[in-house]
């Protein structure tokens, strides 16, 4: 079956460059959308289609995707960004059926 | 502003039913396809149905298919989620979304004896 594969966790020092993966083998054809969440909090939406930004996102936060991998990126991370994140996009059946990656805990401290 | 306001969830017993409803608002509902997310307890985010904009087809996550159905009143702008023969680990905050960026508000189902 189609996975998207993120690692469990990473960590930084505030001030320090997160980048959280997401791989999956046709990922290079679809669109990764990337999702932060808080602790008992619905997710939020901070890159959509591979590198673009929402509004009200901060110009630190940002996505890019080569191949088979998708990145998020947190430049000068701080202790806010601590949360969830979740890659998203549709599966290869090309029936816009979704799958999201596992999640990785970003730690701040 | 976009408004997804969900109801319906609550406790059901293994191999019950509960529907759940999601009742959107700020724009032209009958335009888009809407989709159901889960979340168990602890864990991460699954996808679980979408339903294109007219209601005509409908895709289900293989771990519901054939014991949840998605559906739409698009003259009431409400979506539906039928759960049918629910087990424990269908337990899990269930949100309503109209991707990427809006999402309800979440309802909790608990399947418990």
């Known amino acids: 079956s189609y996975e998207l594969t993120q690692p469990p966790s990473v960590s930084v020092s505030p001030g320090q460059t997160a980048k959280i993966t997401c791989s999956a083998d046709?990922?290079?054809?679809?669109?990764v959308y990337w999702y932060q969440q808080k602790s008992g909090q619905a997710p939020v939406l901070v890159i959509y289609e591979d590198t673009e930004r929402p509004s009200g996102i901060p110009e630190r936060i940002s996505g890019s995707s080569s191949g088979t991998m998708a990145t998020l990126t947190i430049s000068g991370a701080q202790v806010e960004d601590e949360a969830d994140y979740y890659c998203?996009?549709?599966?290869?059946?090309?029936?816009?059926?979704?799958?999201f990656g596992g999640g990785t805990k970003l730690t701040v401290l | 502003q976009v408004q997804l306001v969900q109801s319906g969830g609550g406790v059901v017993q293994p191999g019950g039913s509960l529907r759940l409803s999601c009742a959107a608002s700020?724009?032209?509902?009958?335009?888009?396809?809407i989709h159901w997310v889960r979340q168990a307890p602890g864990k991460g985010l699954e996808w679980v149905a979408v339903?294109?904009?007219?209601?005509?087809?409908?895709y289900h996550a293989d771990s519901v298919k054939g014991r949840f159905t998605i559906s739409r009143d698009n003259s009431k702008s409400t979506l539906f989620l039928q759960l049918n023969s629910v087990r424990a680990e269908d337990t899990a905050v269930y949100y309503c979304?109209?991707?990427?960026?809006?999402w309800g508000q979440g309802t909790l189902v608990t399947v418990s004896s």
């Open positions: 979304v109209l991707f990427p960026v809006y």
């Open positions: 046709a990922l290079s054809e679809k669109y």
């Open positions: 700020g724009f032209t509902f009958s335009s888009y396809a």
């Open positions: 998203y996009s549709t599966d290869s059946t090309g029936n816009h059926r979704g799958i």
């Open positions: 339903i294109s904009n007219n209601g005509s087809r409908k």
